[in-house]
Every structure is written in C-alpha cells, then in structure tokens.
C-alpha cells in the first residue's frame, strides 16, 4: 500500500484557516463559562443557599443569567423580610425604683374652698 493519490485524482490543499478551524472551536460569546466569583459562606443557611445558587449561572449561556440573578435577588429579599418578622432577644427589665422610694399614691382629698 502506498501514500500516493491514484491518477486523476489531486488532493486539494489544506489552508491555515481550515486548519486552525479544525483545532479551535469558534468563539461564542453567549457560551456558559465559569465567572469563578468567590463566595464566602455567612453562616446563614438561607443566604449561602442563595449564594450557592449563584453558581448555576455559571453553566448557562449568558441570556440565563437574569433568570438565576432574580432568583437569587428575590431568595435573599425574603431572607432579609424574614429577619423583621422573627421575635428579638428580650429587653433589659425596668429598672426597680430607688431603695426606700414608693411611687405616689393618688389622692382623694378634694379641697373646699
């Protein structure tokens, strides 16, 4: 067996664009690729949910990003709702009155004039 072309038949030549085609894939903006943001965890276990969902942005073609952001938006909006709706630690008590002090007792006595 031999390399060579059979009469009549002329192998066309390869251009370096065609080539260069051939190895790299064309460039498209709009592909997923990962925006390799860090995210430090807060200890909040809602608000690392949501910024864990900020992750899957990263396997989307840019025009499903609004979606994901939104989410997120909205996820971490209701976190925040939810922090004026729960019960805070107690207050200081009253302060007790002075030692030796009692509050007035109303009185009764009407003047006659």
Known sequence: MTDSVPEGLVAAPVTAAEETAAVEPEYDPAAPAPLNVPRTPTGDTEV??????????????????????????????????????????????????????????????????
């Open 48 to 113: 690392d949910a949501q910024l864990d969902r900020l992750a899957d942005a990263d396997h989307l073609a840019t025009d499903g990003h609004l979606e994901v952001y939104e989410d997120v938006h909205r996820g971490l909006r209701d976190a925040l709702t939810a922090l004026d709706t729960r019960p805070g630690p107690p207050g200081p008590p009253a302060p007790a009155p002075p030692h030796g002090h009692r509050a007035p007792a109303p009185s009764y006595h009407q003047s006659r004039s």
